[in-house]
Antibody
Framework: QVQLQESGPGLVKPSETLSLTCTVS????????WSWIRQPPGKGLEWIGY???????NYNPSLKSRVTISVDTSKNQFSLKLSSVTAADTAVYYC?????????????????????WGQGTLVTVSS | EIVLTQSPATLSLSPGERATLSCRAS??????LAWYQQKPGQAPRLLIY???NRATGIPARFSGSGSGTDFTLTISSLEPEDFAVYYC?????????FGQGTRLEIK
């Protein structure tokens, strides 16, 4: 059973960089896409971006200028950095596995359907 | 960006009743729509993908239908554990977006 666990500071100061790590257990990080999704308190869900184990990424245009997602396959982890944060970035941050689809030629593509999620971690932006 | 509008915002029903939740897209998303269930303090859980396919381990009382711009999640007979918030999500257009949610509460 695949499990995901987010870790990182719960409090970040305005204008600084939010950094979170997601550790994947019960399965390899290889051959799947992995996403970050956030949820402001009492609000809906926003997809932030994804990474493939090879390192290729794609980001939500609304956050693209501030987001970096990276992967460490040796540790079965992937990470999120969000720069220049403001109070509007206060949210529960989830990491999630993309169900990923294998095409006929063997290529694997992201489906943007999320079948495993971490429990989420609340990050508050405040001085 | 595609906007998903869910209705109603809140649905009050009793266990054993049938629940019908709606999701309308601002433009066609074909069948690329998923439904998630979220309970307080928990992560969302995938219920339905590609409009009508149940995810692994999801009970048969959950079903999805629709295509284009109008979609429905139906829970045939509500169990106590089904009272939660439900979100739809489209993956047809970049970036993927979620609806604002429907809260299913006990009447």
């Amino acid at each position: 059973q695949v499990q995901l666990q987010e870790s990182g500071p719960g409090l970040v100061k305005p204008s600084e960089t939010l950094s979170l790590t997601c550790t994947v257990s019960g399965g390899s990080i290889s051959s799947y896409y992995w996403s970050w999704i956030r949820q402001p308190p009492g609000k809906g869900l926003e997809w932030i971006g994804y990474i493939y184990y090879s390192g290729s990424t794609n980001y939500n245009p609304s956050l693209k200028s501030r987001v970096t997602i990276s992967v460490d396959t040796s540790k079965n982890q992937f990470s999120l950095k969000l720069s220049s944060v403001t109070a509007a970035d206060t949210a529960v941050y989830y990491c999630a596995r993309d169900s990923s689809e294998v095409l006929e030629g063997g290529d694997i593509v992201a489906t943007n359907t999320f079948d495993y999620w971490g429990q989420g971690t609340l990050v508050t932006v405040s001085s | 960006e595609i906007v998903l509008t869910q209705s109603p915002a809140t649905l009050s029903l009793s266990p054993g009743e049938r629940a019908t939740l709606s999701c309308r897209a601002s433009q066609s998303v074909s069948s690329y729509l998923a439904w998630y269930q979220q309970k307080p303090g928990q992560a969302p859980r995938l219920l339905i993908y590609d409009a009508s396919n149940r995810a692994t381990g999801i009970p048969a009382r959950f079903s999805g239908s629709g295509s284009g711009t109008d979609f429905t999640l139906t829970i045939s007979s509500l169990e106590p554990e089904d009272f939660a918030v439900y979100y739809c999500q489209q993956r047809s257009n970049w970036p993927s977006t979620f609806g604002q949610g429907t809260r299913l509460e006990i009447k």
